[in-house]
């Protein structure tokens, strides 16, 4: 009878144990993914975190079984309450909070913008960079077309002309007028140079600094694209929207109307 007592228990033991090796394999997995999530939440790169998010729904198969044993793992310690199960809540709990903090950062803009606020910038850095557009252009060679943003991630050079020496010089200017990125076309197909200003997830706000005056034909011409708001007659504040999210510069025409108010008053 004792033999067959140890036969009978031989499955149960074995099943407990598999259950709580998957338990702890389910908490350490989650914590891990929660801690690289959060990490992808603090970036100033919208993609960092999309990629992170769709390379767990492509491995499903992995991550599913993970989160299911996760959850089975929470519930068992809410109610069974002995010293592993109190161990594994305190990891349960902090993977809640992990959770909480990194939706709460992912959802935040990093840093506000709008036209108001890109007034009030080019008002202070404007000739600056204008000045740094002029020394930049004239120190690339004819015929060449400059992208560029600096961030986290660092940058990717373009050309073998864009030396060491010339990255942080643009830099430094980029950074002295609150900045993150420049187009400059030497192919003098295009009329200005665009200082990128700041990231809104996906999306770019940025000046276009005009080389020659725009006619009033011209500004009501880029007036009417949605993304472009004229500020005068050389500048105009962009918004590049991503492949998710807003198309459309937000709260422009509040902007435009407080703008031609103010304008008016002025001219009382």
């Not at 992808?40 to 390379?55: G, P, Y």
């Not at 990891?91 to 903090?101: C, E, N, R």
């Not at 803009?109 to 080019?122: K, R, S």
């Not at 200005?192 to 000046?207: C, E, I």
Request: with cysteine; hydrophobic share 40%.
């Amino acid at each position: 009878m004792e033999a067959i007592d140890n036969r009978t228990n031989q499955p149960v033991n074995k099943r407990t144990a598999f259950l709580r090796f998957m338990r702890y394999v389910s908490v350490f997995a989650v914590t891990l993914w929660l801690i690289v999530f959060l990490n992808t939440s603090l970036s100033t790169n919208e993609w960092h975190r999309l990629t992170w998010l769709a390379l767990t729904v492509f491995f499903f198969f992995i991550t599913l079984p993970i989160l299911g044993f996760w959850i089975y793992s929470f519930i068992r310690a809410v109610i069974t309450r002995t010293k592993t199960d109190n161990l594994l809540l305190l990891f349960h709990i902090a993977d809640l909070i992990l959770l909480s903090v990194s939706i709460y950062l992912g959802n935040r803009t990093y840093l506000d913008c709008n036209a108001d606020i890109m007034a009030e910038h080019y008002e202070m850095e404007g000739d600056w960079m204008r000045n740094i557009a002029k020394y930049d252009r004239l120190m690339l060679p004819d015929s060449t077309r400059l992208v560029i943003e600096f961030g986290e991630d660092g940058y990717i050079p373009q050309a073998d002309y864009l030396d060491e020496r010339f990255l942080r010089i643009l830099k430094n200017h980029l950074d002295d007028v609150g900045c993150i990125g420049i187009e400059i076309d030497n192919y003098q197909t295009v009329d200005y140079t665009k200082f990128r200003f700041r990231r809104d997830g996906m999306g770019m706000y940025s000046f276009r600094l005009y080389d020659t005056p725009l006619t009033h034909e011209q500004q009501d011409s880029l007036n009417a694209n949605e993304c472009l708001v004229v500020y005068n007659d050389s500048t105009v504040f962009e918004f590049g929207g991503g492949v998710i999210g807003v198309q459309y510069f937000v709260g422009k025409q509040e902007y435009l109307e407080k703008k031609k108010q103010g304008e008016y008053e002025t001219n009382r």
